[in-house]
């Protein structure tokens, strides 16, 4: 463990980084001074102090926490972790105030029936694994929640030729066929296998987000022509099989869905497909501002449908399918907006629980986004957010940073203030995640450069025909930045062969390192052969290069 130095002026180097270390030591005693130690100012007297005082007596006080369960979402269909990497995980989501975790193991759970053997990733969890993972639940009293989906994104079965014949749309692997004679079998048996490695469960989460095709085949044009059925009526068919057939085996099994699929359908629609049926809704939404996106007459309709209601937010994954890095400032403002939009409605829906979620890819086939420790972060100022604490922009990132050993708590909220240099099994790979993040924005701003754009094109590169001047000054940093780059992917390796197997290690470095690797020796070898000449031929240039 790294001794943890608050305040450690002498790594920080750099003088503007001192600059705003001293501003920020300043403005803190400013409002310590203002809050607790300075006799009260009358009003009348000092009214910007006073106003001051106002806006942080608040600060990290406790207020209206949110009383339902805080569930974590996993999502293993990228990224997976090793096994031994949980002991540390479950242990952190516990200290952040977690209540449980929603598995989506994917192609990471261990199928074993001769029909979905092919189903597994050949890297997947062991039945052993799973039991690992149950048991660290219970040890850290998080409750597990595994997700299946079964309707969309079965994209980790459906790419499979055996199972394409179950494809709604035959070119597409997303969305499965609900009125093929196979398909509730198959998906029984998925359900089947993973309700038997999870039998302290309480609760099942079937999925069925982003149905992107509906009643498209022969099959179900049928289907939905001899029983008169509209779309919707044939999306609320599936549903109501599955959840028939769960609980049927599993009568107190608690059912969660995303909801997406029916926030356009009609009050009598949704009462004739969930009510009285035990479903509860998983409403979503990881923007800025939920209350404007998703809109008032949603929570009408669902209050007339749904005694009970989750939602979910997100803590990762959600902002950009390939960023490596997360924009903490969103995913807080997320979950700030969903607590100000349940206080709004909690009088009218019982607000059973959030669900925190963190994609790790768009979907199976999607690259990968950020890497759960890197929105460790992230995460922790999300729960402390949904736990009521009305944290000032100053203080959150002390609480969490203790959590996480970090030596630069304010590092936490944004780059300017250095690299946070955590001590947490997974905190070198933030801390090479943000160092990646400043090579490619330095990397960029010499792109940007009038003299890249003027001097530097294809067409002084093909004709090696340019201001030698020019080239050298903007490309001066270049064989840092391709040094600092190859040192970063030897750590960054070193870091994440810690938490993850060598196929996630390969990937990632092949998404986000090798690319820019190979852009920035490209850009060394054309400022090279430019600078290598010394005489220019008479216009025009038709010779040399003209093919290229
Ligand atoms: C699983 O994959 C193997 C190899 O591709 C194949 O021979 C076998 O038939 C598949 N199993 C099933 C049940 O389709
Ligand atoms: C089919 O359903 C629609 C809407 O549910 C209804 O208006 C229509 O009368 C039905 N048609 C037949 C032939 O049952
Ligand atoms: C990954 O690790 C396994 C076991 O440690 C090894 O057998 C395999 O060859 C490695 N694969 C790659 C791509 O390095």
Request: glycine fraction near 4%; proline fraction near 6%; hydrophobic fraction near 40%.
């Amino acid at each position: 463990m790294k001794k943890l130095h608050w305040f450690n002026v002498s790594s920080i180097g750099k003088p503007l980084k001192l600059f705003v270390t001293f501003a920020l030591i300043l403005t803190v005693l400013f409002i310590t001074y203002f809050t607790y130690l300075k006799p009260k100012p009358s009003p009348t007297k000092v009214p910007f102090q006073h106003r001051i005082f106002d806006e942080y007596k608040h600060m990290s006080h406790q207020e209206t926490p949110f009383k339902g369960a805080k569930i974590v979402h996993l999502d293993l269909k990228g990224a997976p972790p090793k096994i031994s990497y949980y002991k540390t995980l479950f242990s952190l989501l516990s200290k952040f105030g977690a209540t449980g975790v929603l598995i989506e193991y994917e192609d990471m759970f261990p199928y074993n029936s001769p029909l979905l053997k092919n189903v597994s990733a050949l890297n997947a969890y062991t039945v052993e694994d799973i039991h690992y993972i149950n048991k660290l639940a219970l040890e850290n009293k998080l409750e597990v929640i595994p997700l299946l989906q079964t309707f969309g994104h079965l994209e980790f079965l459906l790419k499979l030729e055996e199972f394409s014949e179950l494809r709604e749309v035959p070119e597409y692997p997303q969305v499965i066929c609900p009125t093929h004679e196979k398909t509730l079998s198959v998906l029984m048996e998925m359900i089947d296998q993973v309700l038997q490695m999870h039998p302290h469960s309480k609760i099942i989460h079937i999925g069925a987000d982003e149905v992107y095709y509906l009643g498209f085949c022969d099959r179900c044009a049928n289907i939905m022509n001899k029983f008169n059925l509209s779309k919707n009526m044939l999306f609320l068919e599936h549903i109501n099989a599955i959840t028939t057939r769960i609980r049927k085996k599993h009568p107190h099994l608690r059912i969660l869905m995303w909801d997406d699929e029916f926030r356009s359908f009609s009050v009598k629609e949704l009462k004739s497909g969930f009510l009285d049926k035990g479903v509860q809704p998983v409403v979503w939404k990881y923007s800025k501002d939920v209350y404007e996106e998703l809109g008032p007459s949603l929570w009408e309709m669902y209050s007339e449908v749904f005694p009970k209601v989750w939602i979910a937010s997100a803590f990762k994954g959600a902002t950009g399918s390939n960023q490596y890095v997360s924009d903490v400032t969103h995913y807080v403002q997320n979950h700030r907006s969903w607590l100000s939009l349940m206080s709004e409605y909690s009088h009218r829906i019982t607000f059973e629980g959030i669900i925190i979620t963190g994609w790790q890819r768009y979907d199976h086939f999607a690259v990968l986004c950020e890497l759960l420790p890197v929105s460790l972060p992230s995460l922790a100022m999300s729960l402390r957010v949904i736990r009521g604490y009305q944290d000032s922009p100053l203080s959150p990132p002390t609480e969490v940073a203790k959590l996480l050993g970090c030596e630069q708590p304010y590092a936490l909220i944004g780059p300017v203030f250095g690299s946070p240099k955590c001590s947490y099994t997974g905190g070198d790979i933030l801390e090479g995640a943000l160092k990646l993040q400043q090579l490619k924005q330095e990397y960029e701003t010499i792109l940007e450069d009038s003299r890249v754009k003027g001097w530097m094109s294809d067409y002084n590169k093909n004709h090696q025909f340019s201001n030698p001047q020019h080239v050298q000054s903007v490309t001066a940093p270049l064989n840092r930045i391709k040094g600092e780059l190859m040192q970063l992917d030897g750590e960054m390796t070193a870091a994440m062969y810690e938490v993850y197997d060598n196929y996630t290690v390969s990937e990632w470095r092949e998404t986000y390192i090798k690319p820019f690797e190979r852009e920035v020796r490209a850009m060394v070898d054309a400022r090279d052969k430019i600078l290598a000449k010394n005489y220019w031929p008479r216009r025009p240039l038709l010779q040399d290069g003209d093919e290229l």
